[in-house]
């Protein structure tokens, strides 16, 4: 179930009080800026700030949970140059209909069951905020890399093949 965080100051503090006050990490999150700060600052620069305090913060905003940013202007948002924002890492959704459906039930008591596996998926979830999540990143990218290359040698190495065959 997505909470919502409403967003009122564009300051380091504020931001980094607020993943830890609202547990940003725990359960999937969606954050609104109000209109008072979107008239102060430019939308470029919130959310940078954002991103900034959530890397300095350690938090990655799609793990464990995801953390989105509802604009509703997100398509045809642009920096100061008139080209359109490009996101890092924070994902940015312009409507409440387009947050995953599978966070998106209806509360109910836990079977007894449902309560034993709760308890494991906390206790991992501990563990997994002990990661650091831009090393698992780079690794997986430069295996990714090696299977593509190693994927090109052996395309390589069946195409002599054919050509020995004939």
């Known amino acids: 179930?997505?909470?919502?965080?409403e967003i009122h100051q564009n300051d380091q503090n504020y931001f980094d009080e607020l993943w830890i006050k609202n547990k940003i990490g725990e359960s999937p999150h969606?954050?609104?800026?109000?209109?008072?700060?979107?008239?102060?600052?430019?939308?470029?620069?919130i959310i940078t700030e954002i991103e900034n305090s959530l890397h300095r913060c350690k938090i990655n905003p799609n793990f464990p949970y995801p953390l989105y940013l509802?604009?509703?202007?997100a398509g045809c948002?642009?920096?100061h140059a008139g080209h359109p924002l490009q996101m890092r890492t924070?994902?940015?959704?312009?409507?409440?209909?387009?947050?995953p459906k599978h966070y998106i039930f209806k509360n109910r008591i836990p079977t007894n069951r449902e309560k034993a596996i709760l308890q494991k998926v906390s206790m991992l979830r501990q563990m997994l905020r002990s990661f650091s999540y831009d090393e698992i990143f780079d690794q997986i990218?430069?295996?990714?890399?090696?299977?593509?290359d190693y994927s090109q040698?052996?395309?390589e190495i069946d195409y002599y093949q054919q050509i020995l065959k004939k």
């Open 1 to 5: 179930m997505f909470r919502e965080i």
């Open 30 to 45: 969606y954050i609104t800026i109000s209109s008072i700060l979107l008239k102060k600052y430019p939308i470029e620069d």
């Open 70 to 73: 509802l604009h509703p202007q």
């Open 77 to 79: 948002t642009r920096n």
């Open 90 to 99: 924070l994902p940015i959704i312009y409507s409440i209909e387009n947050l």
């Open 141 to 148: 990218i430069k295996i990714k890399k090696m299977q593509r």
């Open 153 to 155: 040698v052996l395309r």
